[in-house]
């Protein structure tokens, strides 16, 4: 009886490691597919952000007519820009000094009015008016 107690109980344990490995293989296979359905989710709330960010930073961004690199978005004019950049020439100074000068000093009324012929008349008021 003894050895049909043993052989019962290892029967019992076969059956619960293989009802455990049923349950391993299931919980393994529901992970995956949360970490797929997560990933997912990542991916839109990402695209979702990008989508609200965009025309947050055209409303609200700062309003220079200088185009500023957008993530994603090419730029047509890249090569052109840096082909008409001029190389610079050795022999030219870094600082180049312009001299200074003296701004005209703005006319007056005396001067403006210098050579208009004007003459003082002196009326006299009666007392009454």
């Given at each position: 009886?003894?050895?049909?107690?043993?052989?019962?109980?290892?029967?019992a344990?076969?059956?619960?490691i293989?009802?455990?490995?049923?349950?391993?293989?299931?919980?393994?296979?529901?992970?995956?597919?949360?970490?797929?359905?997560m990933?997912?989710?990542?991916?839109?709330?990402?695209?979702?952000?990008q989508q609200?960010?965009?025309?947050?930073?055209?409303?609200?961004?700062?309003?220079?007519?200088?185009w500023?690199d957008?993530?994603?978005?090419?730029n047509l004019?890249?090569?052109?820009?840096?082909?008409?950049?001029?190389?610079?020439?050795?022999e030219l100074?870094?600082?180049?000094?312009?001299?200074?000068?003296?701004?005209?000093?703005?006319?007056?009324?005396?001067?403006?009015?210098?050579?208009?012929?004007?003459?003082?008349?002196?009326?006299?008021?009666?007392?009454?008016?």
């Amino acid at each position: 009886m003894a050895g049909n107690s043993k052989d019962s109980k290892i029967l019992a344990y076969k059956d619960m490691i293989s009802q455990l490995n049923t349950t391993i293989t299931a919980q393994t296979e529901l992970i995956q597919s949360l970490q797929k359905t997560m990933e997912a989710d990542r991916l839109e709330k990402e695209t979702l952000h990008q989508q609200i960010e965009y025309p947050t930073k055209k409303l609200f961004g700062t309003s220079s007519e200088k185009w500023k690199d957008m993530e994603g978005q090419l730029n047509l004019f890249d090569e052109a820009g840096q082909e008409a950049e001029p190389a610079r020439d050795p022999e030219l100074p870094d600082g180049i000094i312009v001299p200074e000068h003296m701004r005209k000093a703005r006319r007056t009324h005396a001067e403006l009015f210098k050579n208009v012929p004007s003459c003082n008349e002196i009326i006299s008021l009666l007392e009454e008016e």
